[in-house]
């Protein structure tokens, strides 16, 4: 059994030619079914998040601000994405189907959300397309209601998960690994004990080193949930990355990751993170291919 949750049936107004990829969730979601990887029935609609899970992760002043729209415009442009009710329900919907994502890979092993990895929100402030910080919402909240101890973020995006690092790096409970470009946006990174800055143009054999060597100290600890942001803007096509990943890298790193949790036992759940080529096309492809990996090793 698995499920996938969707949040791309908010729709939400965005001015023509803006580069947030808004295009490319309903395209992996139709992907997916047509490619016989996900069944119909198994993909769901997410549910808004409970506004007050927010306040987990995020200041007061930040949470109502932007539910309202009366945040200062300044902290509202830093998002990235023309202010609206309809984008703040897909907000919602976007973080409520990461938790659900969590839930169901606790029951199941493996789900996953078709949005989501906003890894550069921070505690009184959005940014790099981020509104609200998904991961540290969800952690924060399965660690209260006592539903994990142990939580393992993998974040491989091309972006440095300055948000994730900001909110959690403090936490015991919580560890992150990640694997970004050093040169690239976030300018100013803060990093995590686990964090791997990589050079422009890397490449797969490289980067495959270096997640493989990254994750070993991390190989026996005991952790009760994989939270993975698998952003594919890693690829050489993106238009906002520059690791210089081919397709056939990130499926070897989507597989490596994968069977590290299969092996190990630990339910995964798996977001969507950055992909930005143009055509999207073979963002989507990326995507798609990265839950055929899934299927593969979780066997659903
Ligand atoms: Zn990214």
């Not at 580069?19 to 047509?34: A, C, D, N, T």
């Not at 539910?67 to 919602?92: A, F, M, N």
């Not at 995590?192 to 080193?209: A, C, F």
């Not at 597989?255 to 036992?265: G, M």
Request: with cysteine.
């Amino acid at each position: 059994m698995v499920e996938v949750f969707y949040s791309d049936h908010y729709i939400f107004p965005l001015p023509h030619g803006h580069r947030f990829p808004v295009e490319k969730y309903s395209l992996i979601r139709q992907g997916l079914v047509s490619n016989n990887i996900v069944n119909i029935d198994h993909l769901k609609p997410a549910d808004k998040i409970d506004k007050k899970d927010l306040y987990l992760a995020h200041s007061p002043h930040y949470v109502e601000g932007f539910l309202k729209g009366t945040l200062e415009p300044k902290k509202l442009k830093k998002i990235g994405i023309t202010w609206s009710p309809q984008y703040v329900d897909r907000v919602l919907a976007s973080i409520g189907g990461c938790l659900q994502a969590c839930y169901s890979s606790l029951e199941f092993g493996f789900s996953g959300l078709l949005a989501g990895g906003t890894h550069h929100a921070g505690f009184d402030e959005g940014e790099g397309f981020c509104a609200f910080n998904d991961f540290a919402i969800c952690c924060l909240k399965l660690i209260h209601d006592k539903l994990a101890k142990n939580i393992l973020i993998i974040d491989l995006d091309v972006h440095q998960g300055n948000g994730n690092a900001s909110l959690l790096n403090d936490n015991p409970y919580i560890t992150i690994f990640c694997i970004h470009s050093r040169k690239n946006y976030p300018f100013k990174k803060i990093l995590s004990p686990h964090s791997i800055s990589l050079e422009e143009n890397t490449g797969d054999q490289d980067y495959l080193n270096s997640l493989e060597q990254g994750l070993r100290p991390l190989k026996n600890k005991n952790f009760d949930l994989i939270l993975y942001q698998a952003g594919v803007d890693v690829l050489k096509e993106d238009s906002l990355g520059n690791l210089s990943l081919t397709a056939q890298g990130i499926i070897e790193r989507d597989r490596f990751i994968f069977s590290f949790a299969r092996e190990r036992n630990i339910p995964l759940a798996l977001v969507l993170g950055g992909g930005y080529s143009k055509p999207i096309s073979h963002t989507v492809k990326a995507h798609i291919n990265t839950y055929k990996v899934a299927k593969n090793i979780f066997n659903f």
